[in-house]
């Protein structure tokens, strides 16, 4: 199982990215795939989740602005960022359990400034 997060770069305040987590070694469509971030200092902390069913949960921090989506073709799970905010800077990581272990990607820095 592997998993390989992209996408992250410096963007201004209001802007918009959309990170991409590879997933290899498994099927992504038949488990849930979660973002995570961490900040300098900080916590890593949970972002949001898309169920096997498709359903997709947020933290609060995030509803609204911050959408999760499934490309099963290409095996691939997305964060699109919208309104990015200084705040939202960190360390961008995707996640699953399969079989009863956690994975991590490796990390993408998104960094929100002007």
């Known amino acids: 199982v592997q998993l390989q997060a992209s996408g992250g770069g410096l963007v201004q305040p209001g802007g918009s990215l959309r990170l991409s987590c590879a997933a290899s070694g498994f099927t992504a469509s038949s488990y849930a795939m979660t973002w995570a971030r961490q900040a300098p200092g900080n916590k890593r902390e949970w972002v949001g989740t898309?169920?096997?069913?498709?359903?997709?949960d947020y933290d609060d921090s995030v509803k609204g602005r911050f959408t999760i989506s499934r490309d099963d073709a290409k095996n691939t799970v997305y964060l699109q960022m919208t309104s990015l905010k200084p705040e939202d800077t960190a360390v961008y990581y995707c996640n699953t359990q399969v079989r009863g272990e956690s994975y991590w990607g490796q990390g993408t820095q998104v960094t929100v400034s002007s």
């Open positions: 898309v169920t096997r069913r498709n359903s997709t």
